[in-house]
């Protein structure tokens, strides 16, 4: 029995090759067949319906399961590059809500990294080998059907998946190495948007002719990628691989972060009314179900944490007891207290901890958070969202339904010139599900005097519901140059190492941030194009003061 598919990628002088490893696995042998990618003609590759969809797999498996090259000697798979572990870990450290306590983050939480840095460059290879593999495998699947290997719908929905990846990957790009949208309307120096496969010298010389493309076309990009996405994906791809595969829901979502990205608030309104019934009980917050895929909040505020495939888990990288980025990488294992088995590598901020408007009577604070040892010895405040300290097995969570309805309320708020009950019931929708008494806890529409007010508990909402999941660099970018909601660029932060319980109480006064914050004009807001690449691709403008 085939179990799963392994596609293991490298960069040669700064341009992808690739190879692929078929997993075949009998109860718990696995036999590893190592192939260059490259002399796997179609014929072979997507010869039958089981291999083109062993190949579909590969590209989800690269989304896991990257390398991660320490440039200076041997690399070592599985540290959750591009999407598992490493890149939660790599955005909650560019941000202030958590806490990089010993050396293991330093360079990024501090923003001292270069052109050979390892986890920037990691990041820029590993997501390009996604993409990379995307575009073999749509070629693929576009050849079998040719052959009547697959048939047009699943020939389509395969390459559906695969350009849902492709725009995903595209836009973590994006928010690292090019500057938000709101920056000039897309103006500035975007990624390259690869969209065919390099597999052989004529392809690889043509990468090379390819500069980086502006922000907004690589938005216009991602945006016809997930159209084709959502025109050919199932609303439900079945049970125990929906949240692991993209589904229709999937690609609305992401849809949505894009063009809030892109402050295009319509657009989001438009897309998220796919996703959200017209009529919302906030008090009744498991009641609001999505028209397409049936996905919902969980009952409890630990529900999609404590189940992998939870209703609320519309996207997801998925890990296994044989398939983890190690205690090197998994989630479990960096958040985690050494008083439950993890590293206490990293730990909330009292930056967030201590907001007023995080109430003390919040689930949230008692079911997903706990005081605990650091790796250095000394008590700080945890995470609990990631708990399998043994195996590693937590998914990577990337679509949750909550961030839906926040995106959604996001958009309604900026989107009307007064505050709207619409709005106000989206946000409650979530903040009532961790609330004790959330009918006297709730907000009414009293509680906004304008629509930037509303916005603003939004924000913070936000950050409180999706604290240490690795989105907040995204809305650290994304705010940078708003005009009302600026984080100005890099907020200021608590000292590596910044430890003690006394110091995280909710509505305490913050302590003393002793990192400085950094200007958004500041060449470090942006991470550096590699240098390997630049090495093969001298056409690829490198980002300034680099």
């Not at 719908?153 to 836009?171: D, N, P, V």
Request: with cysteine; proline share 5%.
């Amino acid at each position: 029995m085939i179990n799963s598919f392994k596609m293991r990628y490298t960069y040669k002088n700064g341009l992808l090759m690739a190879c692929v490893a078929i997993l075949v696995a009998t109860g718990c042998e696995k036999k590893l067949d190592l192939v260059p990618f490259n002399s796997l003609v179609n014929e072979s590759a997507f010869s039958t319906p089981e291999r083109a969809l062993l190949q579909l797999i590969g590209v989800y498996d690269a989304a896991q399961s990257g390398v991660y090259d320490p440039l200076n000697g041997a690399a070592t798979a599985d540290r959750g590059y591009p999407y598992g572990a490493a890149a939660i870990q790599q955005q909650d450290m560019r941000g202030e809500d958590c806490i990089n306590i010993q050396t293991f983050f330093q360079l990024t939480y501090l923003s001292q990294y270069n052109t050979t840095t390892p986890n920037n460059v990691n990041i820029w290879n590993n997501l390009y080998a996604v993409i990379n593999k995307a575009n073999i495998a749509i070629a693929g699947f576009r050849s079998a059907q040719t052959k009547a290997v697959l048939s047009p719908a699943i020939a389509a929905q395969y390459e559906g998946e695969c350009r849902f990846l492709r725009a995903m990957s595209h836009h973590e790009l994006l928010i690292h190495f090019a500057r938000p949208f709101a920056d000039g309307a897309g103006s500035k120096l975007g990624v390259p948007y690869r969209d065919f496969p390099i597999e052989d010298a004529a392809s690889i010389d043509r990468a090379k002719t390819i500069p980086r493309d502006s922000v907004v076309t690589g938005y216009r990009k991602m945006l016809a990628d997930l159209d084709y996405a959502e025109t050919n994906l199932p609303a439900n791809g079945g049970v125990g691989v929906n949240t692991i595969r993209a589904t229709k829901a999937a690609a609305i979502a992401l849809k949505m972060r894009i063009k809030q990205h892109m402050n295009d608030w319509a657009g989001v309104v438009t897309e998220g009314n796919k996703l959200i019934p017209a009529v919302i009980n906030p008090q009744a917050w498991n009641t609001v179900i999505s028209p397409i895929g049936a996905w919902k909040l969980t009952d409890s505020v630990d529900g999609p944490f404590t189940n992998n495939l939870s209703a609320e888990s519309i996207f997801s990288i998925r890990n296994d007891a044989n398939d983890n980025p190690g205690t090197n990488g998994a989630l479990s294992r960096m958040y985690g207290t050494t008083s439950l088995g993890g590293r206490g590598l990293i730990s909330l901020s009292p930056i967030i901890f201590n907001r007023a408007e995080w109430l003390c009577s919040d689930r949230r604070r008692r079911l997903l958070t706990v005081d605990g040892a650091t790796a250095i010895g000394s008590s700080s405040r945890f995470s609990t969202k990631y708990r399998d300290y043994g195996t590693y097995s937590d998914y990577a969570p990337y679509i949750r339904y909550a961030e839906v309805l926040l995106n959604q309320a996001e958009a309604e708020a900026r989107n009307n010139p007064a505050v709207t009950q619409r709005a106000v019931d989206l946000l409650n929708t979530v903040r009532n599900r961790g609330l004790l008494n959330p009918i006297t806890e709730t907000y009414t529409l009293a509680s906004f005097a304008t629509p930037n007010a509303l916005i603003a508990a939004i924000l913070i909402e936000r950050r409180i519901e999706f604290l240490a999941e690795g989105k907040r660099w995204s809305d650290i970018h994304r705010l940078a140059v708003d005009p009302n909601f600026s984080t100005s660029g890099i907020p200021a932060k608590m000292a590596s190492g910044f430890v003690g319980s006394a110091n995280f109480v909710c509505g305490a006064a913050v302590p003393a941030a002793s990192v400085a914050p950094i200007s958004y004009s500041d060449y470090r807001f942006l991470w550096p194009i590699p240098q390997q690449e630049r090495n093969t691709n001298p056409i690829i403008e490198q980002n300034p003061n680099y």
